[in-house]
């Protein structure tokens, strides 16, 4: 374990932190530390393999789950693609900085996340529809960014409330309080709904001109064969 948390610390964050060969546990949360969030620090060898001494360290240390914790800091940058291969943390939280740059895609191959906190950056682009890859998740916070686009309305998202998306004026849909306006997903049950709706609001008034073109067209033609007749 490795807590340096709520200290005066500065600079960047040193990348032979990423080198521990038996680390599980990182914070260094309420420092000053800046720059980009070194590729190295999710390279960690005990967050990086399903073996047992991730387990065995965990266990020992009750309390301390496999994590990174790096939040209110002044980072900047993207957050690192090799992110994707923390496939043992739990809880992760680069909260309050000045991150930038989409959400990586990469995040849904973090299996046994638990709680995911990036609110208070600067992300921008959609929220990946491979987070709802992670089945675990309990935690999951992405407000006050710059997302755009539906959240994901799959698994376990539907448990998480406003709260988790306030601050993103682009983002829509449940559960926040207003709809995205070009749902162009045929396979949405929104859609499923509003084509035969549609349709009804069209064809209702076309049938009764036809209906009563039918009726006048055949009125006209027994008055013509009643004169003929007679």
């Known amino acids: 374990m490795l807590d340096l948390s709520l200290n005066n610390l500065i600079g960047l964050i040193p990348i032979w932190i990423g080198s521990f060969?038996?680390?599980?546990?990182?914070?260094?949360?309420?420092?000053?530390?800046?720059?980009?969030?070194?590729?190295?620090?999710?390279?960690?060898?005990?967050?990086?393999y399903d073996n047992h001494s991730a387990a065995l360290q965990s266990t020992q240390v009750s309390d301390f789950p496999p994590s990174i914790i790096l939040s209110h800091n002044q980072l900047q940058g993207s957050i690192p693609l090799q992110v994707g291969t923390l496939i043992v943390i739990l809880i992760m939280d680069l909260s309050f900085n000045n991150l930038s740059g989409n959400i990586p895609e990469a995040i849904g191959n973090m299996s046994d996340l638990e709680s995911l906190d990036l609110s208070h950056n600067s992300l921008t682009g959609g929220i990946p529809s491979s987070l709802a890859n992670l089945m675990f998740l309990l935690y999951f916070n992405v407000s006050y960014n710059q997302l755009e686009g539906s959240?994901?309305?799959?698994?376990?998202?539907?448990?998480?409330?406003?709260?988790?998306?306030?601050?993103?004026?682009?983002?829509?849909?449940?559960?926040?309080?207003?709809?995205?306006?070009?749902?162009?997903?045929?396979?949405?049950?929104?859609?499923?709904i509003k084509i035969p709706i549609i349709a009804t609001d069209i064809l209702e008034p076309v049938g009764v001109v036809v209906g009563y073109v039918g009726v006048l067209m055949g009125w006209l033609t027994w008055t013509l064969i009643r004169r003929k007749i007679g």
């Not at 260094?28 to 070194?38: A, D, H, K, Q, Y």
């Not at 998202?157 to 045929?186: A, H, K, M, Q, T």
């Open 151 to 192: 959240i994901p309305l799959s698994h376990q998202f539907s448990i998480f409330s406003r709260n988790s998306y306030e601050g993103n004026p682009g983002l829509c849909g449940p559960p926040l309080p207003f709809p995205c306006e070009n749902d162009v997903n045929p396979n949405s049950s929104s859609s499923r």
């Open 21 to 48: 060969p038996y680390l599980f546990y990182l914070d260094l949360s309420n420092n000053s530390f800046f720059g980009s969030i070194p590729p190295e620090l999710f390279s960690l060898p005990t967050l990086n």
